[in-house]
């Protein structure tokens, strides 16, 4: 198993940017397909964004395409997620998630470890 920690959140106002990262423990990290989620207060947790395991392939949700970008380094353990151009319907808990492949990680299941969350706030 591999743990994660995020870090990164903050307040920021409409139009800004942030950028999130996920410390990975272990050896393992690079064997999994990574990806970001994002929990609205009063919404269900849904999927933000996914990377394959060599960051070759990358994917997101049409909420965020053209805004978010999503990254990895393997040599560092660490999985990323800039956030520009920031709008307050951005506002949640972010999550980092580590599965088997991108399609699981996009439909929510088979995901090995979920980190803690971190707080994004945009005002407007």
């Known amino acids: 198993q591999v743990q994660l920690v995020e870090s990164g959140g903050g307040l920021v106002q409409a139009g800004g940017s942030l950028r999130l990262s996920c410390a990975a423990s272990?050896?393992?990290?690079?064997?999994?397909?990574m990806g970001w989620f994002r929990q609205a207060p009063g919404k269900e947790r849904e999927f933000v964004a996914a990377?394959?395991?060599?960051?070759?392939?990358?994917y997101y949700a049409d909420s965020v395409k053209g805004r978010f970008t999503i990254s990895r380094d393997n040599a560092k353990n660490t999985l990323y997620l800039q956030m520009n151009s920031l709008k307050p319907e951005d506002t949640a808990v972010y999550y980092c998630?580590?599965?088997?492949?991108?399609?699981?990680?996009?439909?929510?299941?088979?995901?090995?470890?979920w980190g803690q969350g971190t707080q994004v706030t945009v005002s407007s």
């Open positions: 998630a580590a599965g088997s492949n991108e399609s699981s990680l996009q439909a929510g299941y088979a995901i090995a470890s």
């Open positions: 990377i394959s395991w060599s960051g070759g392939r990358t």
């Open positions: 272990g050896r393992t990290f690079s064997r999994y397909a």
